[in-house]
T-cell receptor, first 115, second 109 residues
Framework: DVKVTQSSRYLVKRTGEKVFLECVQD?????MFWYRQDPGLGLRLIYFSYDVKMKEKGDIPEGYSVSREKKERFSLILESASTNQTSMYLC??????????????FGPGTRLTVL | AQRVTQPEKLLSVFKGAPVELKCNYSYSGSPELFWYVQYSRQRLQLLLR??SRESIKGFTADLNKGETSFHLKKPFAQEEDSAMYYC???????????FGTGTKLQVIP
């Protein structure tokens, strides 16, 4: 059973703070993703990674960075948190198999509030 | 660029009534379409994909390339169907998908 875990369910930070959101998967998946989920806007891809130390920008990368030093771990970093980054953040992982789509498995989410 | 449109933010139906969650897409190639679902206090999970042509929990979805649609249907809604539903499109590459804005389905007892 695939398990994707996120370090916190709820997080409250202040404007300007550096924020780390951690995601760990235990199924040896090559691909990992960070999304933000906002009412009326759906899921929007922030960054994804298809291998260790590899990263690609998604649709809304501004204000975020990522790190993937180990295959099982994918970190999302808010260098200087702002109130418009208050959101639910979802991590996901999937195996890689050429051009065919593989189901993404999601974590429980981290609800981040920036005051 | 690909786009997925779910025109309804909220869909309320009575238990036992038919359900149709609308999804339209724009993509110049040959897409793969999916429906993901998120039940209350649960993780987002894959419900079904068009290439499987299967029925999951009574739901079906047919890809209509002429109308560029992938509507999710169920003949008789159940209370446990209440959830957030997202339509998603995969266009190839690094497993990146484009999600729609989601439709909240509320089944009234």
């Amino acid at each position: 059973d695939v398990k994707v875990t996120q370090s916190s369910r709820y997080l409250v930070k202040r404007t300007g703070e550096k924020v780390f959101l951690e995601c760990v998967q235990d199924m040896d998946h090559e691909n990992m993703f960070w999304y933000r989920q906002d009412p009326g806007l759906g899921l929007r891809l922030i960054y994804f990674s298809y291998d260790v130390k590899m990263k690609e920008k998604g649709d809304i990368p501004e204000g975020y960075s990522v790190s993937r030093e180990k295959k099982e771990r994918f970190s999302l970093i808010l260098e200087s948190a702002s109130t418009n980054q208050t959101s639910m953040y979802l991590c996901a992982s999937s195996p890689h198999s050429g051009r065919a789509y593989n189901e993404q498995f999601f974590g429980p989410g981290t609800r981040l509030t920036v005051l | 660029a690909q786009r997925v449109t779910q025109p309804e933010k909220l869909l309320s139906v009575f238990k036992g009534a038919p359900v149709e969650l609308k999804c339209n897409y724009s993509y110049s190639g040959s897409p793969e379409l999916f429906w993901y679902v998120q039940y209350s206090r649960q993780r987002l999970q894959l419900l079904l994909r068009h290439i499987s042509r299967e029925s999951i929990k009574g739901f079906t979805a047919d890809l209509n390339k002429g109308e560029t649609s992938f509507h999710l249907k169920k003949p008789f809604a159940q209370e446990e169907d209440s959830a957030m539903y997202y339509c998603a499109l995969f266009s190839g590459g690094y497993q990146k998908v484009t999600f729609g804005t989601g439709t909240k389905l509320q089944v009234i007892p």
